[in-house]
């Protein structure tokens, strides 16, 4: 095998995983696996990330930029909190659609590294926080006095939507979310 640039070789190593562990798991996944469909030498891979749990917080780290892209590109055709909400589960449904609805990476990561305190599970926790986060501040332009309330049942509803079209590997739960999401929705922005 040809000696393939560090650089490269990680951005190589990277791609194979998202394919791999997102399709057949992270654990059943090994080094020589993502090292073969990289076509780079376990060598290279671990120069480029140290160990297989350094990969897997690299390849979660580049699903949460690549979501936030996902996410941006919907969200900023909306100008109103509220539609910026519902874009949101749009984003879902095209995210889950677009990945054969194996489901959230982050939750699928998560089942398998159940130590809270593992760095896989830090990675899940800055991602979903991120996805709260945003939620809260849209919501918080619309109705102050319930945000926390009304962010929590918007996560509750995306997550739950998520895990049943996994299931039914079909588009409607996400759809059926956002139209629940839709009617918990002020239809204006509370008045300041």
């Known amino acids: 095998m040809a000696r393939t640039p560090r650089g490269d070789a990680g951005a190589k190593v990277l791609e194979a995983a998202h394919t791999l562990f997102h399709s057949k798991g992270i654990h059943a996944v090994g080094v020589d696996t993502l090292a073969a469909r990289a076509e780079v030498t376990k060598t290279a891979l671990y120069a480029n990330f140290g160990s297989k749990d350094q990969l897997v917080v690299a390849y979660l780290r580049e699903r949460d930029r690549l979501w936030q892209q996902q996410v941006d590109r919907i969200t900023v055709e909306h100008d109103s909190p509220r539609d ?109």
């Open 84 to 192: 910026r909400v519902l874009a949101v589960f749009d984003a879902y449904d095209v995210w889950l659609a677009h990945d054969g609805w194996r489901g959230c990476a982050f939750l699928n990561a998560a089942a398998e590294y159940p130590d809270p305190g593992h760095p896989v599970r830090e990675v899940i926790r800055h991602h979903k926080q991120g996805l709260r986060n945003y939620l809260r501040a849209q919501v918080q332009r619309i109705d102050a006095a319930r945000q926390e309330d009304l962010c929590a049942q918007l996560v509750i509803l995306l997550e739950g939507a998520v895990a049943t079209s996994v299931v039914e590997q079909a588009p409607r739960p996400i759809r059926d979310a956002r139209g629940l999401a839709d009617a918990l929705l002020p239809d204006t922005l509370e008045a300041s």
